[in-house]
């Protein structure tokens, strides 16, 4: 199509191949035509890009929790058209989003993307719809799912846009990464490749940029500089550190945390002492090793070497977990998951907020699968409201928002802690009241200094590394004195295959089965069989299973709960294959 002359009034002609089709004489129609052949422009760059990272026919996928995972040869049109979406969201919000291409504690084979909203925070829910519909779009109905986004957001595609990107050390993830590059470009955004940082460092850079430097200066070496220096303000309020309580040996899961922990020290000015073993040198990413390991498999990682009473900690793939562990003196395993690292947390920052005249709501969020004896402790003994959220970093961060500080972890390590506006500035108020006490402004120091040091934007295993040695060092705690807060309930994890996962559905934050009848009841009369016992089942997210969870007062009794309430399941869900049996 093209147009004859004319504007204003003038006589417009309307040619396609040379044949004139119409004449209009209306400005504003001129307009309308001039934008859509805009458009016209701007989706042919995508088309033709798009034919460079074709999807396989058939292929179907799903943005979960932790956005899309694979292996990596499947995602090279997921990544385009991730950075088609990144750029829509752009120009809807009118602020930097990030793509983050890694698979977090997947194989090594493994691929994934994670899209960043404004704050740092997860992607809003109903993009991740749209993220869905988009990877799933065939070849010749990509353009019409991508309009269909546009129209439902009435996305403004003359805003600029502006994606950050950055990736992990995968062998897939540079090439990964130049797909989703491919995708911003043929929306005409502007980009910026970080390329390898960690997803912390990622969402930590987003908000930097989106709140213009308020939060940290959009830089890796602003992300070292502003934890660092928080960092040794608070160690520097506990002299009494040796150079045996500054050492510590990090597992780095072959991964981008281990890279980035190196790039680092030198910013510790040497208030921490690190022996990094899975460097990334030789092994292989999450092979033996990492936090998702040392989490199931409960024992320390290949090439950690522990004698008893040592720290040692375990990120994963892309350093958005972490957890301890130490071996005691009769060389028996500990681990000290996201329960004992929240609760940890926790406490340190309630027995603060009185010392620094400070009246703000603290509480740590939890899932159902934390630990019986985690909430009874910070209930009972702490006197720290607890509340239970949906499995998933985004429900529980969603529910942290709530407070005026929300503690929270998962177990597997994945959490952060964050601090309403409000609370961040009756801190810093009280921090450089001269007419306060001088405990109660160094208190308040403590607290500032507390603030800075943690990533509030996601989970960051090297954020939250340093503010668990920095708490350890002001209360003046061995690692076994941490772990004897209280004693975890003996507990056990199984799987049921049912025919349909979907009969399952929970309420109480997925802590009371609703469906199918009867289910929920027979959990509670197997419950009371046992002492500090309790038990739930949930709906797998990705396949047709039920993931059962059981606690008691004894390995026995949780095990044998555990296969009994797994047996209901079997029987009133559908059940499929072989029945359960019980645990030898």
């Known amino acids: 199509m093209d147009l004859g002359s004319g504007k204003n009034g003038k006589q417009i002609i309307i040619r396609r191949n040379g044949i004139i089709q119409n004449t209009v004489h209306d400005a504003c129609i001129y307009d309308e035509i001039e934008t859509q052949l805009r458009d016209m422009a701007q989706f042919k760059e995508v088309v033709q890009r798009s034919s460079l990272h074709p999807k396989p026919v058939g292929l179907v996928l799903q943005y979960g929790t932790a956005g899309f995972r694979t292996k990596a040869q499947d995602l090279d049109h997921v990544m385009f058209r991730m950075g088609l979406l990144a750029v829509l969201r752009s120009k809807k919000t009118k602020s930097t989003i990030g793509i983050m291409v890694t698979a977090s504690h997947n194989p090594e084979e493994d691929n994934g993307v994670k899209l960043v909203d404004p704050l740092g925070e997860m992607l809003a829910p109903s993009w991740e719809e749209y993220s869905t519909q988009l990877a799933n779009a065939e070849e010749q109905g990509l353009l019409t799912a991508l309009k269909d986004v546009i129209e439902k957001e009435a996305v403004n595609m003359q805003q600029e846009a502006c994606v ?19 995708g911003v470009m043929s929306l005409g955004g502007k980009y910026h490749d970080y390329g390898l940082v960690t997803t912390p460092q990622l969402h930590f850079m987003v908000c930097c940029r989106n709140t ?30 040796t150079d045996d309580h500054k050492h510590l040996k990090v597992d780095g899961a072959n991964g981008i945390g281990a890279l980035k922990l190196k790039e680092m020290e030198g910013f510790l000015q040497k208030e921490l002492l690190v022996s990094l073993y899975n460097d990334g040198s030789s092994g292989k990413l999450n092979y033996l090793c990492g936090a998702d390991f040392v989490k199931v498999q409960q024992k320390s990682p290949q090439g950690i070497e522990m004698l008893a009473g ?5 990120f994963d793939g892309d350093a958005d977990r972490i957890v301890y562990y130490y071996n005691d003196d009769a060389g028996h395993f ?42 009874r402790y910070l209930e009972e003994t702490m006197k720290v409201q607890v509340h239970c959220a949906k499995t998933g970093v985004k429900h529980l961060h969603h529910k942290a928002q709530e ?39 160094k208190a308040a120091k403590i607290l500032e200094s507390t603030i800075n040091l943690i990533n509030q934007t996601v989970g960051d295993a090297i954020s939250d590394m340093l503010v668990i040695e920095a708490v350890l060092a002001l209360k003046g705690l061995a690692v076994h004195h941490w772990d004897a807060m209280y004693t975890d309930l003996p507990n056990r994890q199984l799987k049921v295959k049912v025919a349909d996962r979907r009969v399952i559905e929970t309420a109480d934050a997925e802590r009371c089965a609703v469906s199918p009848p009867g289910l929920q009841e027979a959990i509670n009369a197997l419950v009371k069989k ?15 299973v039920v993931r059962v969870y059981a606690e008691a007062d004894t390995q026995g009794n949780a095990d044998t709960l555990a296969y009994e309430v797994s047996l209901a399941v079997y029987q009133l869900a559908g059940g499929v294959g072989e029945e359960p049996k019980p645990l030898q």
Do not use: M, W
Request: one cysteine or more; a negative charge.
């Open 164 to 182: 950050v990107v950055g990736r992990d050390t995968r062998p897939s993830s540079e090439k990964l990464s130049q797909a989703v590059l491919d």
């Open 212 to 241: 213009h430097g308020l939060y940290g200066t959009a830089s890796v070496e602003g992300y070292y500089q502003k934890v660092s220096q928080a960092f040794v303000e608070l160690t520097k309020q506990a002299p009494n550190r």
């Open 310 to 314: 040592e720290r040692c900690c375990s």
């Open 334 to 375: 500990h681990l000290l998951d996201g329960d004992k690292i929240a609760t940890l947390i926790g406490t340190f920052l309630k027995e603060l907020l009185p010392k620094a005249g400070l009246d703000l709501q603290i509480a740590v969020v939890q899932t159902a699968y934390a630990n019986g004896s985690s909430t």
């Open 403 to 441: 407070f005026d500080i929300g503690v929270y972890f998962e177990a597997n390590g994945h959490g952060t802690v964050l601090f309403s506006k409000g609370a961040e500035e009756k801190i810093k108020q009280q921090a450089q009241n001269e007419n306060a006490a001088d405990e109660k402004r």
């Open 530 to 544: 046992y002492s500090l016992s309790r038990a739930f089942v949930r709906p797998s997210g990705t396949e047709d």
